[in-house]
Nanobody, 115 residues
């Protein structure tokens, strides 16, 4: 059974930093692409960052240079380091993995950035 559990969200002032964690079970993170997504109120969910099985990364233009995705193969965990946070980064952040024809999502973690 595949499970993803996010943590690390919270309330932070603009310019601050947070590190989100996505603990994965049921799949080995080094063998799958893992993505971080976010959804703000009234907006569609969007891809924030993704790390491939080979370790290559890609980012939404809005977070390039501020966010960094990484993984710990021993802990089977994927991280999202978020620096220079802006009020527009406020959203629920969720991690995702696709295995076969199934999308798996965590429950999400709320990030709120105050101005």
């Amino acid at each position: 059974q595949v499970q993803l559990v996010e943590s690390g969200g919270g309330l932070v002032q603009a310019g601050g930093s947070l590190r989100l964690s996505c603990v994965v079970s049921g799949v080995t993170v080094s063998l799958y692409a893992i993505g971080w997504y976010r959804q703000a109120p009234g907006k569609q969910r969007e891809l924030v960052a993704r790390i491939s099985s080979g370790g290559s990364t890609n980012y939404a233009d809005s977070v390039k240079g501020r966010f960094a995705i990484s993984r710990d193969n021993v802990k089977n965990t994927v991280y999202l380091r978020m620096n220079s946070l802006k009020p527009e980064d406020t959203a629920i952040y969720s991690c995702n993995v696709v295995r076969g024809a199934t999308n798996y999502w965590g429950q999400g973690t709320q990030v709120t950035v105050s101005s």
